[in-house]
């Protein structure tokens, strides 16, 4: 994200959002189905305010999440439970309609039944967006400060009842919110990104400071009694859980001189079940005394990388868990930063590229058997070679044979991400958000935090992407190339915006999707039911009512004049 450190106290129009989406709740609320049912084209001018309060409130809903707006209402008890009313309020309303419309669908208009159930979804969307994407991750952030508050909210994810309990608050600085704000955000996208390999998990957290900050960061530590514990943690060969890393940074801003710490939490298990692995972290996270006292410090630069991994190359341990870094065996072998790369694919070539390195170098650790290692290697073999960070890493990924997406950063190019794709394989999406990007392998690692993203199109000539926090945002701070080293120019047009929201893909309450899917398959078949039949104003009996796009003119012409004489029903196991 962008630098958040110095944003500037909300401005009275600014905190009066909450007090604009109270209104239009308020108009939602007074265009329900009863209130004006006989009204001619009630339905479509006016039925819950219509499209276009819908679509603001949605809107202003979605804006809440932004850094200044979200820790405005981070900091303000009031504010937040204004914001649970309503989504009480909309909860009542979904029930009501809800309750309402589906035992009159025969008898009113098809069009107008799409019209209305169209918006009760947009309702339930507005809802699931206050409730899981804000108020319940205000709660997360809460519980991994263990400076912040403590709330309890009853109630199951998927239901439309919220019921709170009062929190209790040790204020957070703005910092430490918008800190954990964005570890939260990544955390959720690993959990959801689980369902495509979850042996094992790992996160990297990089700040940037200045030496004068982190020498208060020093004395802090000092002062708490922490400086064996961060002694114990750093100078690991093996990167694992918990692991510390300092550099003094060669980057330089005028006078300031740069100093970067990683810390990296990691898990690897076997056996397990979906959310053991993001669970574990977040307790490793809120337990960190190290971690809870830097994210108090204004870091110049910050940027995270995560993964969630099923074990292609290499044994199911912390040591082959992503991300893996440069870090030579040798003590001797000297390195030039901290450089943390994951990989999704594989590094067909890597046997060849291992015994080189080897040969010149030293040997890999015997813990490490994963591929990815020898991505950073690669990369630290060519900034040996005199190249800048971001040759080096366009050169190291030419090095590689076969489909593969790559991601780094690193604090010799602080404040930025790397990503490279190439092959048809593996993807990568690039979400772009208010204050950040955001970047998975899977669109649905990024709809929670914004609808409009790119995605890399590496598949013939590879492409990568740098992206910059301290960029101008959007489409314009995207930097792209391909591995030839030829630009490719990024445009608004190629913005894409996702149809699909964190409510359509969220494993909810369910141990696994599977039985997710099971559970909900009586509400699909009543999807598919509903609408399709309506009750003869002539007969007073049921006629099925099927659009035109179900079965098109020409296909009900061929069936009756018999020319059609097999018909395939197809389905997904």
Avoid at 146 to 169: H, I, Q, Y
Avoid at 403 to 416: C, E, N
């Amino acid at each position: 994200g962008k630098d958040v450190s110095k944003l500037e106290p909300l401005s009275s129009k600014e905190f009066s959002d909450i007090g604009y989406i109270n209104e239009m709740v308020l108009c939602v609320k007074s265009n329900l189905f009863d209130s004006f049912a006989n009204r001619d084209n009630f339905i479509n001018e006016s039925y819950l305010g219509g499209d276009s309060v819908l679509d603001k409130l949605l809107y202003h809903v979605r804006l809440l999440k932004s850094d200044r707006l979200f820790f405005g209402l981070f900091s303000s008890i009031d504010k937040e439970r204004e914001l649970e009313l309503a989504g009480k309020e909309i909860s009542s309303n979904i029930d009501k309609e809800s309750a309402h419309i589906s035992p009159r669908m025969a008898d009113i208009d098809a069009a107008d039944v799409e019209i209305a159930l169209a918006r009760i979804e947009k309702l339930k969307d507005i809802f699931w967006c206050i409730t899981r994407e804000i108020l319940e991750n205000i709660t997360r952030i809460r519980q991994l400060a263990v400076t912040g508050c403590t709330s309890v909210r009853n109630g199951k994810s998927g239901d439309t009842k919220l019921e709170c309990a009062p929190a209790v608050c040790t204020p957070l600085s703005q910092n430490q919110v918008l800190n954990f704000k964005r570890i939260n955000a990544v955390l959720n996208s690993i959990d959801r990104l689980e369902v495509r390999g979850r042996d094992s998990a790992g996160i990297s957290l990089l700040f940037t400071l200045t030496a004068a900050e982190f020498e208060s960061f020093r004395k802090e530590l000092v002062k708490s009694g922490l400086d064996d514990q961060i002694k114990q943690r750093t100078n690991k060969t093996v990167l694992t859980n918990n692991c510390i890393t300092i550099n003094n940074s060669d980057c330089t801003n005028g006078a300031d001189k740069y100093i970067a710490i990683s810390i990296v939490y990691k898990y690897a298990a076997e056996i397990g079940s979906l959310g053991d692995n993001v669970a574990f972290i977040r307790t490793q996270i809120r337990n960190d005394q190290i971690l809870q006292i830097l994210t108090a410090f204004p870091a110049a630069f910050s940027t995270i990388s995560a993964h969630t991994r099923w074990a292609s190359v290499g044994d199911i341990t912390q040591a082959n868990c992503h991300p893996v870094d440069n870090e030579p065996t040798d003590t001797l072998v000297k390195k030039s930063g901290i450089i943390h790369v994951s990989l999704n694919g594989d590094i067909d070539n890597y046997p060849e590229l291992k015994k080189e390195y080897e040969s010149r170098f030293d040997a890999i650790h015997t813990d490490i058997t994963t591929d990815t290692k020898i991505i950073p290697l690669q990369i630290e073999l060519h900034l040996r070679q005199g190249h800048s960070i971001e040759e080096a890493f366009r050169l190291a990924v030419n090095d590689f044979h076969g489909s593969h997406a790559i991601s780094m950063h690193t604090d010799l190019a602080p404040g930025k991400i790397f990503l490279a794709q190439k092959g048809s394989g593996q993807a990568i999406f690039t979400g772009i958000a208010p204050n950040h990007y955001i970047t998975a392998s899977e669109l649905y690692g990024l709809v929670e935090e914004t609808q409009d993203f790119i995605k890399l199109n590496g598949e013939k000539r590879g492409q990568i992407v740098i992206l910059d926090q301290n960029s101008t945002g959007g489409v314009e701070g995207i930097r792209s190339i391909a591995y030839d080293g030829s630009p490719i120019e990024i445009k608004e047009a190629d913005i894409q915006h996702s149809q699909i929201t964190s409510r359509d893909i969220d494993r909810q309450n369910f141990p696994h999707y599977f039985l997710k899917e099971i559970s909900e398959s009586p509400l699909s078949v009543a999807r598919t039911l509903q609408n399709k039949w309506k009750i003869s104003p002539d007969t007073g009996y049921y006629k099925m009512n099927l659009s035109r796009s179900v079965i098109p003119e020409h296909i009900e012409t061929e069936l009756k004049q018999g020319l059609i004489r097999k018909i395939y029903f197809i389905g997904q196991v």
